[in-house]
């Protein structure tokens, strides 16, 4: 079997979804700046991460579903999602984005993945606690991108990642094929292929017969 990872922000969807909680909670443009600031390498991705959430504390759980539920999938990216499954592809995200977030997203586009590798919101009391947890604190996505392949019986140089950001590049490296997605320039140079559209990353699916559109394993 096939693994493909994608990264979720900016790649399946437009949105980033820290920045849509801080719309939400009119803390946009100080969430902007940590996370421009973590862009520019000016702060490692933990800091930044955490800075961000700590602006988010005190907000109500209703209005974490509000912000969530402006986050759509890219055109096509449901449909490619659907098509991958299929075919026997093992389908995968891993984001340092937030699991409930992307869940939501999944959801109500009425599609789903195999494995999910996020982090999460603390809330207590029906409320944002400022703090986050999970799996992906660091830059460090090439650790669960092995983890995912050991689980899904496949060895590593046979995955493929999907991402565009600089906290992509470690999954991106360590990954069989890395296609990058509108990546930024110190990405691109590590990417095998580079794609600006889910269509466009359909169609080199099928081409390199990772999709069967009829459906049966290659």
Do not use: W
């Not at 961000?52 to 509000?66: D, K, W």
């Not at 991958?84 to 997203?105: C, K, N, P, Q, Y």
């Not at 019986?153 to 046979?158: F, K, N, Q, T």
């Not at 600089?166 to 990417?191: K, S």
């Amino acid at each position: 079997m096939t693994l493909v990872a994608f990264d979720f922000d900016d790649t399946l969807s437009q949105s980033d979804l820290s920045i849509l909680l801080g719309r939400e909670y009119d803390v946009a443009s100080e969430m902007r700046g940590l996370l421009e600031q973590g862009l520019r390498d000016e702060t490692d991705f933990e800091t930044s991460l955490r800075e961000r959430v700590s602006l988010l504390e005190g907000m109500p759980e209703r209005r974490i579903e509000s912000a969530f539920d402006r986050c759509r999938l890219r055109d096509g990216a449901a449909e490619l999602i659907v098509d991958l499954r299929r075919s026997d592809v093992v389908v995968a995200i891993v984001t340092g984005g937030f699991e409930r977030g992307v869940e939501t997203t999944l959801d109500r586009a009425g599609v789903a993945v195999d494995h999910l590798v996020a982090n999460r919101l603390v809330l207590e009391n029906g409320a944002l606690t400022g703090d986050v947890e999970g799996p992906v604190l660091d830059d460090a996505k090439d650790q669960p991108l092995g983890e995912l392949a050991v689980t899904s019986g496949d060895s590593l140089d046979r995955t493929i990642a999907v991402g565009g950001g600089v906290t992509d590049l470690p999954m991106l490296r360590a990954a069989g094929t890395a296609i990058g997605f509108e990546p930024e320039p110190v990405v691109e140079q590590y990417c095998d292929h580079v794609v600006t559209s889910m269509q466009e990353l359909h169609l080199h699916f099928d081409q390199h017969d990772v999709i069967d559109v009829d459906g049966s394993e290659r």
